[in-house]
Every structure is written in C-alpha cells, then in structure tokens.
C-alpha cells in the first residue's frame, strides 16, 4: 500500500476536481432556484447533499502525512466558500420576490425565509477543521491544532455539534502536556453550557474530572463525575472515569470499597460501549476479582446487578482467564459466566474447558502424589522436565506436553479442591445442551490427537528448546555474576536435575538411546568436570541444532488426509452437527462451519 500511497492520493485530487467541475457549473439561479420547482427541491441540490456526504467519508487516514491532509482542508475550504457565495446570492434575488408575494401583515411577522443549504458550507468547513485538529493533536502538533481550532471564530455560522468538538478537541490539547492542565480546566470553566445537550454536558464534566484526576485533586473529580453521570445515566465515558478514579483509589488504600465501586463503574460502562472498547474494562474486573475474599463477597453484587445488562459474548474473549479463575477465589463468578458461554456459545469453550479439566486433574494428581508415597516425598519422575511416564511405544500428549515445558522452573501447581468438579460441571451443562455437537467435536480432537502425534525427535527438540530457553534466560540475568556464584544458584540445581530426566527419558526410547544417550551422557552427565552454565547453554545449543537438522529432515512434507484417518477424510459425512472454524470469535462476528476437512 505505501508504494501506491502518491497514486492513491493523486486518484483522490482527479476525482473530488471532477466532482467540483459539477459543482460550480451548476452554481447558479437557474439550478439553485427552488420556485422552479414547486413542491420539491431542485435535483442539483439533491446531488449536492449526497456529494457532501461523500466528501465526509473520503478522507485520509489518520496516520497518512499532515501535508496531505492540508492540502485537503485548502482545496475543501475553496469549495465551501465558493458554495456559500452561491446561496448567499440566491437567497438575496430570491428575497424581494418572496416580500411581494407575501401581505404586509405577514411582512412584519415572519423572518426572511433562509436555503436549508444556505449554510451548508460553513458547517461542512466548520467540521473538517475540528477533524484536522484532532489529527494534528493525535500526531503531537499541539500548536498547530490550537491554532487550527481559532480558525473556527471566523465562520460567520456554526452549529451547536461543531462547537462542542471545537472546545473538546482545545479541551483535549490542554490536557496533552501538564504545564497545560490549568488551561484546560478554564477552557471548560469559561464553556456556556445552556446550549448543549445533556450527554454533551455530561461529556464536558468529565474532561473537567479528568483534569482534576491529573492536577491530584480527587474529591473534586470525584464530585465532577457524580454531576456527569447524573446528567447523562447513558454515558460510557463518564463511567469508565470513574471507574478509573475508583481504581487508583483501591490501588492506593487498599480499600475494598473502592474496588467494588470500580467493578461496578467497569460493568456499567462495559454495558454501553461496543465489544471492541469493552474489552480494557472487563479486563480490570478480572484483575480485580483477584482480591476476592473467601466468601466470594466483593463480586456477588456487581455481577447480580448486571447480570442481564452485559451480552455473554463479550466475555467469550477471556475464556482463558474464566478457566484459570475456577481455581482461585473468584470462581463462583467465573463459574457463572462459563455456564453461560456454555448454553450460547459452545463451540467457543469446548476446547480450551477441554485442556483446562486435563491441566486441573493432573494437578491435582501431582498434589496428591506426596501423600501416597510411604515417605511423605514426592516421587522423582520418570521422564523429560516432569512429564508423565513414557512408554516406548507412546509419546506424550499435548497436555503432558505442556506441563513438562514449564516445569524446568519452580511454578505454582497447586489445585483449588473443587476446581476440577466446578470444570467438570461447565462440562456436563454443555454436553446436556448440545450432545450431538459434544460428540462431533470430540471425535475430530482425538483423531487429530492420535492421528498426530509428536515423534521421539520432535519430543527431545521440544524439552531441549525449552531447557535452552530457561537456562539463556536466567544466564541473561546473571550477566556479570561471577561463574562460581552461577554453578552455586538454585537454578543450577534445577538444571542439573532437568539434565538427568532428559537423558533418562532418551533411555526410554530404544531408538533414541541407540541415536543420542552416550554422546548426551558424555556431554552432561558423565562429564568429570561438570560444565558451567554458559558451557551448558552452548551445548544446549548445539544439541538443538542437531536435532532439528534430523527432525526437518525426516518428518514429511506433506501428509495426505486419506492415509491420516479416513473419519477426517469423510468429515462432511461423519459429523452429528455442525461444527465451526476454532478461533474465529475474536475476529469475526459471524459463525464459519467447517464443511469439508
């Protein structure tokens, strides 16, 4: 795009000088007169209306240079003036005419008649200089909004809506730089607010909250976003301010009425915005719930209250954080919610419920592994970085996988007693509601699963490269440690011990024992001076390398669908239900099946 970027521009001169070349050519009495055209209105004033319409929509982006839109406002600004001198001229042959037809009675009583278009030209100059401003204020030009802005004072008529974004966008720019706040705050002081309307009121009390937040004088700003939302109950901005303002407050005293108070402020102005400006605020409820007591007393309410208000589907984008908030405190809540999902938007949760059940029970099998034993001490495991035992014949799972990526470092994982019940419960709501669906998406992730499965050498590159990755890491963050203190750290330790598993889990396998166990063991284990750990994240790797040139080497290409499983193959046939496109909800709106796989 950006080399067509000066052809885009000039395409967009050509165009609005042809459609000007009409405009001025019909400039005119004998188009503009409405008297010819009793009953309706001219038709070149009908084109005209659409023309400026257009010209609204077509402009540049705003991240496109400021020359261009410059040149834009100049040209556009030519073509208003032009436009108002016509109407003007009309509206002065048109007036004695229009004094003869009416009786002197009447004279005295009635205004001279005005175009409804006779001010359209201001108004539209009016506009593209407020849009102007405000991308000269996005981009850090502050003079040249403000200067901008004063350019509006010289049209000779404007509307109540122009003059608002004017003060707003001049609001705005204040509030930019803090040397600048005072000047904000009498901008807003100075404004004649009897002209508004009540959500423009409320608008301009809440820069006036905000400026006071900014100065560090929160009873007042406090006081300012009561008035605001009073005024305007339907004011997402006012709420969300607020709800910043209970925020910092919590933030600052710890006091958890100030965090209930956020959590409300948060779902009110969640409910008003679209899904896109949602998202920042329900993610502040979620950090809040965190602070939630045993009792589950600090959400209760909120939720209740708005329980009805919020459409489910905005929170279809933190189903990862619903799931992993069923093991703490706030899982009451976030039970609720993931019951709702369930019921509406099924297909949205399975998968990550799924994986989230199998993480909670081999948590909860791991915690319950030390209260087995006969001596109270946890077993060693038995395989790579704390993953479940191998056979020879099978490689780990996704989800064991997943496990034994993190635990190379210390990691919570600990289990809420009841989390794997709370999961199970969303489970069984959404396999009684859609049984059929259930089914069809549990078949296509086993085949996928089975049918998939990492080989021996993609399992060893795997554990090598998150090994190689913890160990850079905190090699990283030692930099300029003496070695000595390095082989002494706790990390070195945990190392050392991943090392053992991994050469354990290669003797597991008979072929990965033949390949790479003496050349491992020589290198890490058996090694009379053991390396330091800059030697070992250098033999790491090398390792990775090796395995990867023998990985990229042996795995296909492609693999046909056919040979793979023949239920993937006759998908289109196989399937109880319809089942949609994973991931699509956080882009599109609208649901994509999959009809062939």
């Known amino acids: 795009m950006g080399c067509h970027l000066n052809c885009l521009e000039a395409f967009q001169q050509v165009v609005e000088l042809q459609e000007a070349q009409m405009v001025f050519v019909n400039l005119g009495p004998a188009t503009m007169n409405s008297s010819a055209y009793p009953g309706r209105q001219p038709p070149f004033l009908q084109e005209l209306k659409g023309l400026l319409g257009t010209w609204r929509d077509r402009l540049p982006n705003p991240h496109d240079n400021l020359p261009v839109w410059s040149d834009l406002l100049v040209w556009r600004q030519h073509v208003y003036s032009a436009l108002s001198n016509a109407f003007h001229l009309v509206n002065q042959q048109q007036q004695p005419v229009i004094d003869q037809q009416q009786s002197p009675s009447s004279t005295s009583q009635q205004q001279p008649q005005q175009n409804p278009l006779a001010f359209r030209g201001y108004n539209e100059t009016a506009w593209l200089i407020n849009r102007f401003a405000r991308v000269c204020r996005k981009n850090g030009l502050l003079e040249v909004c403000l200067n901008t802005l004063n350019r509006i004072y010289t049209l000779p008529n404007i509307e109540i809506q122009d003059a608002f974004l004017k003060l707003r966008e001049q609001t705005k720019c204040y509030m930019t730089e803090a040397t600048d706040l005072p000047l904000a705050l009498e901008v807003v002081n100075a404004t004649n607010l009897n002209y508004f309307t009540a959500a423009q009121k409320a608008e301009f009390f809440t820069l006036k909250a905000v400026v006071y937040l900014r100065l560090g004088m929160l009873e007042e700003a406090n006081r300012i976003l009561a008035q605001a939302v009073q005024i305007d109950l339907n004011l997402p901005k006012g709420w969300a301010v607020w709800a910043g303002y209970n925020d910092l407050r919590f933030q600052q005293s710890n006091d958890r009425t100030f965090a209930i108070n956020a959590i409300n402020c948060y779902l009110q102005a969640a409910s008003l915005h679209k899904s896109g ?39 279809i984008f933190f189903i990862p954080q619903l799931l992993v908030a069923l ?268 009809s062939v796989y």
């Open 277 to 315: 400006k949602c998202r920042k605020y329900l993610s502040r409820v979620l950090w809040l719930g965190t602070f939630e007591d045993d009792q589950g007393s600090m959400l209760k309410q909120p939720f209740e209250l708005y329980a009805g208000e919020l459409p489910i589907w905005y929170w």
């Open 327 to 594: 093991n703490r405190k706030e899982y009451r809540q976030a039970r609720l919610l993931l019951v709702k999902i369930a019921k509406t938007h099924p297909q949205a949760l399975y998968a990550n419920l799924r994986a989230a059940i199998e993480d909670y029970r081999q948590m909860a099998a791991a915690a319950s592994q030390p209260s087995q034993s006969g001596n109270g001490v946890a077993p060693e495991p038995t395989s790579g970085l704390g993953s479940p035992p191998l056979a020879a014949s099978e490689v780990m799972s996704p989800s064991e996988s997943s496990d034994s990526l993190n635990s190379a470092v210390p990691l919570q994982t600990t289990v809420r007693r009841g989390a794997v019940e709370e999961a199970e419960d969303v489970m069984a709501v959404l396999k009684t509601a859609y049984p059929l669906l259930t089914l069809s998406i549990e078949n296509l992730i086993d085949h996928l699963v089975n049918r998939l499965r990492a080989s021996p050498d993609e399992d060893l590159l795997r554990i090598l490269t998150t090994l190689l990755t913890e160990a850079s890491q905190q090699l990283a963050l030692s930099v300029g440690t003496a070695s000595s203190a390095l082989d002494d750290s706790p990390f070195r330790a945990v190392v050392d011990s991943s090392l053992r598993r991994v050469s354990f889990m290669i003797s597991s396998f008979p072929y990965l024992q033949a390949k790479y166990k003496e050349a491992f063991d020589a290198q890490f284990i058996t090694d009379p001076s053991p390396p330091s750990l800059p030697d070992i994240v250098r033999r790491l790797r090398e390792w990775r390398v090796r395995v990867e040139e023998v990985v990229n080497t042996s795995a296909p290409r492609t693999i046909s669908i056919d040979t793979l499983s023949r239920y993937l193959s006759e998908f289109e046939h196989q399937r109880y239900d319809d089942v949609e496109v994973p991931g699509q909800y956080l882009t599109v709106q609208f649901s994509l099946c999959l």
